[in-house]
């Protein structure tokens, strides 16, 4: 019997979890269509079959592009619908808004968002693992606690700003393209390991790295908001197949 992950097992939850809600949504939808007096079956099965689609469709698609102002359109359809639905009274908003709703989580259920190929590494034992060095950083294989009773297999980083660690399972994460920033652990110096490009241009995130190639792999501490801890040379992105060498449970 395969053993799942914490991070599968996150991941199945939460797709049952979409589906519990769709279910409910729906239970509200057919209770409000009861419950609304006399309507006519096609003001509530035509916005519910139409927002069934947007939901599973075009919003997805709206949520997945590069650009900012698409996904903005697609919110702005959806919420423009429900208020002109308001104002002509010849469908109704409810209908049309559940169904968006429930198309959308059945959407993300179904076919959660592609993740990149990870790049495959054979895992070792955490007590063989040697450490990694490289742009100022020195990486070493621990572990750290993990709720009241439990240990996880950790990364502990010594900067030029000083030690801190990061479960291995956050930064498989990152790598993996599920985060955005990977932080450090309960109880370490707060650090950030993100790329350039990813943080609001009115972020300290961004505000401390200035000239940085978008892309770069960089560490910030929160001990120094006002430049990285260190910066990851294209030579040193062997840390990533490092990090995947170590057991994430």
């Not at 650090?191 to 995130?205: C, H, Q, Y």
């Not at 040379?233 to 062997?238: F, H, L, P, T, Y």
């Amino acid at each position: 019997m395969t053993t799942l992950s914490t991070r599968e097992r996150d991941r199945r939850a939460q797709r049952v979890f979409f589906v519990i809600m769709a279910i409910v949504m729906a239970g509200a939808d057919i209770w409000l269509h009861f419950h609304a007096g006399a309507i006519r079956p096609a003001a509530f099965w035509i916005p519910t079959v139409v927002g069934l689609l947007y939901g599973a469709v075009v919003w997805p698609l709206g949520l997945r592009q590069e650009s900012r102002w698409w996904p903005n359109l697609v919110g702005a359809g959806f919420i423009g619908g429900f208020l002109v639905l308001i104002a002509t009274k010849t469908f109704s908003p409810y209908a049309w808004f559940l169904a968006v709703v429930i198309g959308t989580l059945l959407f993300q259920a179904a076919l959660p968002p592609k993740r990149p190929g990870a790049r495959v590494a054979a895992r070792l034992p955490l007590t063989e693992v040697q450490p990694w060095t490289g742009s100022g950083v020195t990486a070493t294989a621990v572990e750290r606690p993990f709720g009241k009773s439990r240990t996880k297999p950790a990364v502990a980083l010594t900067t030029q700003d000083g030690a801190t660690a990061f479960l291995v399972m956050e930064l498989a994460s990152f790598f993996d393209g599920e985060a955005a920033t990977a932080e450090s652990t309960n109880g370490e110096q707060l650090t950030f390991l993100t790329r350039k490009g990813v943080a609001a241009k009115s972020s300290v995130l961004d505000d401390a790295t200035p000239g940085m190639a978008d892309g770069a792999l960089f560490l910030h501490s929160a001990k120094d908001e006002s430049r990285p801890s260190a910066v990851f040379s294209d030579d040193d992105a062997a840390f990533e197949q490092w990090v995947r060498t170590l057991p994430e449970d």
